[in-house]
């Protein structure tokens, strides 16, 4: 089991930049595959990133590619999500999830994928 736990979401202006941390409980953190979703008011919780075990491979939904940056260090057991020239479309709320794995061989871009989700931390994009 894991606890995960977001934070560094706020207000910042269209271009700029937001780094979200999530912080992972546990001692076999790197057992998951951890991704970011995130759900706009009215909207459907939708898949932004995700990494792999290692960190070895990441990837993007179209709309974060070139933009956001997804990492993990698995010593620290904490995964974060590097977003630059945010948009007011980026707003939303942010979620962290994680996926037990014993084989890390596939991408996981649907909600029902994950198995333990975090809190959540509002991000909001102003014009």
């Known amino acids: 089991q894991v606890q995960l736990v977001e934070s560094g979401g706020g207000l910042v202006q269209a271009g700029g930049s937001l780094r979200l941390s999530c912080a992972a409980s546990?001692?076999?953190?790197?057992?998951?595959?951890m991704g970011w979703f995130r759900q706009a008011p009215g909207k459907e919780r939708e898949f932004v990133a995700a990494i792999s075990r290692s960190g070895g491979e990441s990837y993007y939904a179209d709309s974060a590619k070139g933009r956001f940056t997804i990492s993990r260090d698995n010593a620290k057991n904490t995964v974060a999500l590097q977003m630059n020239s945010l948009k007011p479309e980026d707003t939303a709320v942010y979620y962290c999830?994680?996926?037990?794995?014993?084989?890390?061989?596939?991408?996981?871009?649907?909600?029902?994928?994950?198995?333990?989700w975090g809190q959540g931390t509002q991000v909001t994009v102003s014009s």
């Open positions: 546990g001692r076999t953190f790197s057992s998951y595959h």
């Open positions: 999830a994680a996926k037990y794995v014993k084989y890390d061989t596939r991408r996981y871009t649907a909600g029902h994928d994950y198995d333990y």
